[in-house]
């Protein structure tokens, strides 16, 4: 009898420590689905998200809200709360309702409502950049969902290695002025995780969206390189996927919208990453703005689903 080789991989060996990852919920995937399509059908949507009562009320609750009713007639039906959201908001805060509910909400290593704040924050920003490139109905839901997913690795470190993870936090967040010859430096979080952990999160993430959740092959590039763009920024479907989320990270970081520990916050090339996608210093001032308006939305759709 033979026995599968035991696998090397550190990636794979994450992975397969024993711990249950959480797969896609059938009624996100026939939800998106419908959602995603040309022709959405609200009533077809209507009666899907009308199966779970909790996403029902939440789902009312938003389109009730002075965000999306400023003193206009409460809507009791959930039909009527459809077409007052249309479907990206729908489809954003059905996401927002779903996708954190899929993980364990206590005992994590990291804050995870600045975790899912900076997430939809991301996803929203790199939407406004791919607006303004004009990037089509396909390219623009990539990003969504790479925006959103792009650090899912952490959760997965957070399940598979908590104990190291949180070590690895502490070291990031430790007081460089506690010893007093310490040299005031950032320490590089992916190079820590690679250390002691065997891979760091925007590959982890990446393998594990293609192997569990079967996400397509663009997103699972921009979750791969997001943070270290190299050789990346040189390829032209760059410009309409990763450096939009590229971009939107390094923004959403700089204003504190992070999990990431502020010695391990890095700087980042965003004048090249703006060039190569063909903006000038004042459009990307302008957009300056409208990172504002990603950080109130996202945290519209949080309250919503809190
Ligand atoms: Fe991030």
């Known amino acids: 009898m033979s026995t599968a080789p035991a696998t ?14 959480p797969s896609l919920p059938e009624v996100l995937l026939k939800l998106d689905r419908e959602l995603s399509s040309e ?94 490139l004009r990037l089509d109905r396909q390219q623009m839901e990539v990003l969504w969902t790479a925006g959103l997913l792009h650090d899912i690795g952490v959760l997965v470190f957070d399940l598979a290695s908590k104990e190291n993870f949180r070590r690895i936090l502490r070291l990031c967040e430790e007081d460089p002025f ?35 959740w079967k996400l397509p092959d663009p997103i699972i590039w921009c979750v791969r390189y997001h943070l270290d763009l190299g050789w ?6 760059a410009v309409t996927s990763i450096l939009p989320i590229h971009v939107a990270n390094s923004l959403c970081e700089e204003r504190g919208q992070t999990w990431v520990p502020l010695r391990a ?3 980042s090339h965003l004048g ?20 504002d308006i990603a950080l109130e939305k996202s945290d519209q759709l949080l309250a919503a689903s809190g």
């Open 8 to 21: 090397s991989d550190p990636v794979e060996l994450i992975l397969k420590e024993g711990v249950q990852l």
């Open 39 to 132: 022709e959405a059908d609200l009533k077809k949507i209507a009666k899907l998200v009308g199966m779970d009562p909790v996403l029902s009320g939440q789902i009312l609750r938003l389109a009730n809200s002075t965000w999306y009713n400023p003193g206009g007639k409460p809507i009791q039906d959930l039909s009527r709360a459809l077409v007052r959201l249309g479907v990206p908001t729908t489809r954003e805060l059905v996401h927002a309702l779903v996708i954190p509910a899929l993980f364990p909400k206590s005992g994590s290593a990291i804050d995870l409502s600045k975790f899912w704040r900076h997430s939809f924050s991301v996803a929203l920003f790199a939407q406004a950049i791919g607006k303004r």
């Open 178 to 212: 506690a010893e007093p010859d310490a040299e005031v430096v950032g320490v590089d979080l992916c190079n820590l995780e690679r250390e002691w952990l065997g891979s760091d999160h925007a590959h982890l993430g990446s393998v594990f969206l293609q192997k569990y």
């Open 232 to 237: 990346t920024i040189d390829e032209p479907q």
């Open 265 to 267: 916050r890095k700087g």
């Open 272 to 291: 090249e990453a703006w060039k190569r996608m063909g903006f000038s210093e004042q459009d990307a001032q302008d957009m300056a703005a409208e990172v």
